[in-house]
């Protein structure tokens, strides 16, 4: 399997991002900015945790249609508890752990498993890769 692994937790703030807030977005950078920034930075985006079966067989899955997502394990991130507060914020679960994997296809969230494995099965997954720019074909 071949995936782009997140090595690298650098922090950057985007002007638009932060609205012309003075800083570097460092540590003191809000968990929601912080997904929003590393969703938008590929085509594919997952936020996993490293042993989640759910989220090996939704990197397996993409990875099988010749998409190399960029995956981010939280469990390796030292603010990863913070971004996943984050993304329960942002699929509604509040006060709940979410569901993970987290996906992002082109910057938009899709959701957990289901959403992403229901676009898979109705046939919509694919027009969005393309859209995003994940698939050539």
Same mark, same amino acid.
């Given at each position: 399997?071949?995936?782009?692994?997140?090595?690298? +937790?650098?922090?950057?703030?985007?002007?638009?991002?932060?609205?012309?807030?003075?800083?570097?977005?460092?540590?003191?950078? &809000?968990?929601?900015?912080?997904?929003?920034?590393?969703?938008?930075?590929?085509?594919?985006?997952? !936020?996993?945790?490293?042993?989640?079966?759910?989220?090996?067989?939704?990197?397996?899955? !993409?990875?099988?249609? *010749?998409?190399?997502?960029?995956?981010?394990? =939280? &469990?390796? &991130?030292?603010?990863?508890?913070?971004?996943?507060?984050?993304?329960?914020?942002? =699929?509604? $679960?509040?006060? @709940?752990?979410?569901?993970?994997?987290?996906? !992002?296809?082109?910057?938009? /969230?899709? *959701?957990?498993? &289901?959403?992403?494995?229901?676009?898979?099965? $109705? *046939?919509?997954? @694919?027009? /969005? /890769?393309?859209?995003?720019?994940? =698939? +050539?074909?």
């Amino acid at each position: 399997m071949q995936y782009q692994a997140e090595s690298s +937790w650098e922090y950057y703030m985007p002007g638009a991002m932060m609205g012309g807030v003075a800083g570097i977005g460092g540590p003191s950078m &809000d968990p929601l900015e912080r997904v929003a920034r590393l969703a938008s930075e590929s085509a594919v985006v997952i !936020f996993s945790v490293s042993s989640c079966c759910m989220c090996h067989a939704v990197k397996r899955l !993409f990875c099988g249609m *010749g998409v190399s997502p960029v995956v981010h394990e =939280l &469990d390796q &991130d030292p603010r990863g508890k913070e971004m996943e507060q984050a993304l329960a914020l942002l =699929l509604g $679960n509040y006060g @709940v752990a979410p569901a993970m994997p987290v996906v !992002f296809i082109g910057g938009k /969230l899709i *959701g957990a498993m &289901d959403r992403v494995m229901a676009s898979h099965i $109705n *046939g919509t997954l @694919v027009p /969005l /890769l393309k859209e995003a720019g994940a =698939l +050539w074909l």
